[in-house]
């Protein structure tokens, strides 16, 4: 081989030895740092379960300690940039009470269980104050808490943070539209719960045990539209089918020539008689909506529709 062919060929062997083992350098490191990252993952994992600031657990997991009603009073709250207290139980006095009577319980500085559709956290209660949906408006009827609006899309939340574990939420799949469709046999008998004629259609199903006697109740979301007047329903209302039975119907609550549509947002056994109340949610089309808690057998809601629902 010529002397010059011979320099070429060993000048790129050199070239070429260096590049491959910065290669192999570079590729040990990116799985060094793969693998550190995956540890501090961990870490921060346990540092966050751990912390008392971000504090994670399941709605009502049995880790939030502490006593429920009947053993403790207990205010629940739905969040409107505060919360907004729906009802109450008065331990002292044993009676259910609604709404304003229920922003004295708690105190400013004490702790507070907020609860968004994934995770609960603990937070400080603050002064009175207006909620969002009542702006503009001289009402102090809610609690202010620090960062209610930021992070989480808090839902709900309870006093004491334990009155948490009497909360049941209804599962989104609710109102989801493979699960609201009506058979034949359930148009008939919701038909006939409205005592109104036309064609009857759902917004809401959710099998759950109501009355804790064993067997799944059915909640339905329903309402009559009206052909001669589409921005009104005829009728509509939240109906539950006791035992599942579609023969055994009993109207929660409904309301005529309205836009308003009802749903059960969950349940709340608010007095611990283990015969929850049903939390109702009435939206009308503006996207407007009141809330209140509703006790079987009354026949009536408990206090009056919050954000001035009517």
Not at 9 to 26: I, Q, S
Not at 94 to 108: I, Q, R, T, Y
Not at 232 to 242: E, F, P, Q, R, T
Not at 279 to 288: A, F, H, L, Q
Request: net charge negative.
């Amino acid at each position: 081989m010529p002397t010059h062919a011979l320099r070429m060929l060993l000048v790129g062997a050199f070239a070429l030895g260096p590049a491959c083992n910065r290669g192999d350098k570079d590729d040990k490191k990116d799985e060094k740092k793969a693998a550190d990252a995956k540890t501090d993952a961990k870490t921060d994992a346990k540092a966050d379960e751990k912390g008392e600031d971000s504090l994670q657990v399941a709605e009502g997991d049995a880790a939030v300690e502490g006593p429920v009603p009947p053993e403790t009073s207990m205010v629940f709250f739905t969040i409107e940039g505060a919360l907004l207290p729906l009802a109450c139980f008065d331990k002292d006095k044993k009676k259910v009470l609604a709404g304003d009577d229920c922003l004295a319980m708690v105190p400013p500085g004490t702790d507070v269980r907020v609860a968004s559709k994934f995770s609960s956290f603990n937070k400080k209660a603050g002064d009175k104050t207006t909620p969002t949906c009542l702006a503009g408006e001289d009402k102090k009827n809610a609690i202010a808490v620090e960062g209610i609006t930021a992070g989480a899309d808090f839902v709900y939340a309870t006093w004491p943070p334990s009155g948490i574990k009497t909360v049941t939420r209804a599962p989104d799949e609710a109102s989801k539209p493979e699960k609201t469709r009506l058979g034949d046999t359930e148009k008939q008998k919701l038909l006939g719960a409205s005592k109104v004629d036309g064609e009857i259609v759902g917004n809401f199903t959710w099998e759950v045990d109501v009355d804790a006697d064993g067997k799944a109740d059915k909640l339905f979301g329903v309402s009559v539209p009206n052909p001669a007047f589409p921005e009104a329903h005829k009728w509509s209302g939240l109906v539950l089918a006791k035992g599942g039975s579609l023969d055994d119907l009993v109207v929660i609550e409904s309301v005529k020539n309205k836009p308003d549509v009802f749903e059960a947002r969950g349940l709340v056994d608010i007095d611990g008689d283990k015969k929850s109340e049903i939390w109702v949610r009435r939206t009308s089309e503006d996207g407007s909506a009141g809330e209140r808690l509703h006790r079987i057998g009354t026949g009536d809601g408990i206090g009056k529709w919050t954000c001035g629902a009517a």
